[in-house]
């Protein structure tokens, strides 16, 4: 196949991916193909959703994914603290290590010859057609305002780091893992092999662990000094969107799409919501966060008889993190 959409999801995450894919049914066409990859074996939702729908399959082979989950502990192994600092929290190996999964879309076998990645906690708001047309020029595309913040993939602490990737570089060229477009073959086992050397060998210091599948696909383009199309620099100012649901300004127009002064989003990433507070929702509980009546929205697009009513104003999601926490507290006399 030519061209299609990745996305990387479990059961954990049902809700949100059911509206990632309704919402890719609007804006981009129920033509275009979609693969789910596997997060892990905890599928059955999924699966079910699935099936009804013709242009979605999943991808879930073990074999397919075994080299970049080893990949990813070799390149991690070269870390200073990381593993045992994760292994002190009860985690064996690598953390979410299957988020790693998503890298088989580089594979020389994987299905699409050129293709646009999301995380399932995204909606599609328009066409990508523009980012396909921008992939016949660049192997690796992307569209956000992460190189403003570099201390989120990088440690910004490590000497190393200047050594590696002069600022000029790093103020520019990296991006958010939670979208993307690139190619097939882009990453060659050959290059996958010499990274890990290099991580091994101490490179790794310059990752961040709190993301680590971010953090290492940012590094692997950059030593590899693969060229990045990011349009958030390369639009005409007046032309740009945000895409992160911190961004509190976006207008809601027709129910369904978002706008940025004028400009219609292309997708809108529910950064830093966790999964657990999207399925609370879905259950009946009134949870408020940005931009939640557009993920209703699209998440009972099909089954609007589904969708929960709620009374009263909704509890901030971040309010109730924050009372829970100091619940805790005092149950325990720290304050």
Partial sequence: MKQGIYTLANDK????????????????????????????????????????????????????????????????KGH????????????????????????????AQAPFDK???????????????????QLKFSDFVVYDFQYKDPSHIYNLESPKLHQLFPLSRIEKEIFCAGFYGGRKCLFTPEERSWLAQQLMAGDAEVLYPNAPNQS????????????????????PPEKRTGCSVTSPHFERR????????????????YIGISSSIFRRLCQGENLGFPYRELFLYYRYLNEPESRPTFLGSPISAQAQKRSLGRKIMNKFGIV
């Fill in 13 to 76: 995450v049902y809700d949100q991916l059911v509206a990632l894919l309704n919402s890719i049914e609007v804006n981009v066409g129920k033509d275009i193909p979609v693969a789910v990859i596997a997060y892990d074996d905890n599928m059955a939702a999924v699966e079910a959703d699935v099936r009804r729908r013709e242009n979605v399959f999943i991808i879930s082979d073990p074999t397919c994914f075994k080299p970049w989950e080893d990949f990813s502990y070799d390149a991690w």
């Fill in 80 to 107: 200073p603290t990381a593993l045992n600092t994760w292994g002190e929290k009860g985690i064996q190996g690598v953390y979410r290590l299957g988020m790693n999964r998503r890298y088989y879309a580089f594979d």
């Fill in 115 to 133: 293709f646009v990645y999301f995380d399932a906690d995204v909606l599609v708001l328009n066409s990508l057609d523009f980012l396909f047309e």
């Fill in 216 to 235: 290492l696909l940012n590094y692997m383009k950059m030593r590899l000094k693969i060229p990045v199309f990011n349009f958030a620099l390369e639009l």
């Fill in 254 to 269: 027709n129910e369904d799409l978002l706008y940025d002064k004028n400009e219609r989003l292309t997708y809108l990433h």
